[in-house]
């Protein structure tokens, strides 16, 4: 058996417990210093997004352009149906003569 004091002991075992606290703790902070870089990305991306009520906008005025567009090609195929059923009745007389 060997013949070691109460106090070395407790010694060895009070050393050896801060030293794991201090890896404990150097882990945990490399840790948060990798989720901080992590919410430092996430918060400068953010920063670059548009706001929502400027998407709307855009959003908003695209819509317009968009049924304005279809509004008058709608007007132009009518006009251009009229102008042919008019022309085939031109010609149907026209051939009649």
Same mark, same amino acid.
Do not use: C, H
């Given at each position: 058996? $060997?013949?070691?004091?109460?106090?070395?002991? @407790?010694?060895?075992?009070?050393?050896?417990?801060?030293?794991?606290?201090?890896?404990?703790?150097?882990?945990?902070?490399?840790?948060?210093?990798? $989720?901080?870089?992590?919410?430092? $990305?996430?918060?400068?991306?953010?920063?670059?997004?548009?706001?929502?009520?400027? @998407?709307?906008? #855009?959003?908003?005025?695209?819509?317009?352009?968009?049924? $304005?567009?279809?509004?008058?090609?709608?007007?132009?195929?009518?006009?251009?149906?009229?102008?042919?059923?008019? #022309?085939?009745?031109?010609?149907?007389?026209?051939?009649?003569?």
């Amino acid at each position: 058996m $060997t013949d070691v004091s109460l106090r070395d002991y @407790v010694d060895v075992r009070f050393t050896a417990a801060e030293r794991a606290i201090t890896r404990a703790e150097e882990s945990i902070d490399k840790r948060f210093a990798n $989720t901080n870089e992590w919410r430092n $990305t996430v918060e400068t991306l953010q920063r670059g997004y548009p706001q929502r009520t400027e @998407v709307d906008a #855009v959003i908003s005025s695209l819509n317009g352009k968009v049924e $304005t567009v279809q509004r008058n090609m709608w007007i132009g195929i009518g006009l251009l149906l009229a102008l042919q059923f008019f #022309v085939g009745i031109a010609l149907i007389f026209w051939r009649t003569r």
